[in-house]
């Protein structure tokens, strides 16, 4: 069963002289507890692909369909909800709020669904043990090392149990022995069925991945 399907993604961006192409008629598809590894040089596209396959912006021909659903077809409210629930992610640069605790910026994810439950305070317990951060709970995010902080993104990102998680460098910040850590947590997810893209420049994250596409001025050329 086809679970991400990018189909013909297109994006180019106008500028004075003519459109700006970032990239060109890519496509690929996974199934259910897989994952693959987009690999390629700065400017390449890498991260403007999965901010399109994340729903975060629109491609500009193509499509992108998760679990039958074409994001592009919701309105604004169904997509932040489509986004909320499907989708995980873990950017860079982690975008954590400075005034929330470890804790609240786990739990950010979940409140839109109400007030936050005894079970999700449970689970972002659980997962922040995984992670190895069961006793920075209180800590704000400036208190951390930037290894820390990703680690906390990662947590943020599974909490509400996403059908797709996607990372954008997810271990750009660790050292190795961190870095197996969480790509096992992350094979732990693709194990019970999630499926999971990886933007990286590493060779342990390409190692770890099942498979791998290059993306060479906006074209998948493997």
């Known amino acids: 069963m086809t679970r991400l399907l990018v189909e013909n993604v297109s994006k180019h961006f106008p500028t004075r002289a003519e459109p700006l ?12 507890g897989q994952n693959v590894a987009i690999v390629g040089p700065s400017g390449s596209g890498k991260s403007t692909l999965l901010n399109i396959i994340g729903a975060l912006e629109p491609p500009s021909g193509g499509r992108v369909v998760l679990d039958g659903q ?3 077809e919701l309105d604004e409210p169904r997509l932040a909800a489509f986004r909320n629930r ?21 739990l950010v994810p979940t409140m839109p669904a ?27 995010p400036a208190e951390l090392s930037g290894g820390e902080r990703q680690r906390v993104a990662l947590a943020r990102a599974l909490i509400n149990q996403p059908k797709l998680l996607l990372g954008d460098e997810p271990t750009g910040n660790l050292d190795t022995a961190r ?13 019970l069925g999630g499926t999971v893209v990886l933007v990286t420049h590493s060779e342990l994250v390409t190692e770890f991945a099942s498979r791998r596409l290059d993306l060479v001025d906006g074209r998948i050329v493997s």
């Not at 192409?21 to 199934?31: A, C, Q």
């Not at 992670?131 to 800590?139: A, I, K, N, S, T």
């Not at 870095?179 to 194990?191: H, P, S, V």
């Open 179 to 191: 870095g197996r850590e969480i790509l096992e947590l992350i094979g732990q997810f693709n194990k």
């Open 70 to 72: 074409d994001p592009a």
């Open 86 to 106: 499907r989708i995980g992610f873990v950017f860079q640069d982690h975008h954590l709020l400075p005034q929330c605790s470890v804790l609240e910026n786990v």
């Open 21 to 32: 192409v970032v990239l060109r008629e890519v496509s690929f598809e996974l199934g259910e």
């Open 114 to 140: 109400g007030p936050t439950s005894s079970e999700a305070v449970r689970r972002a317990g659980m997962l922040l043990d995984r992670v190895g951060l069961q006793e920075r709970l209180e800590y704000r």
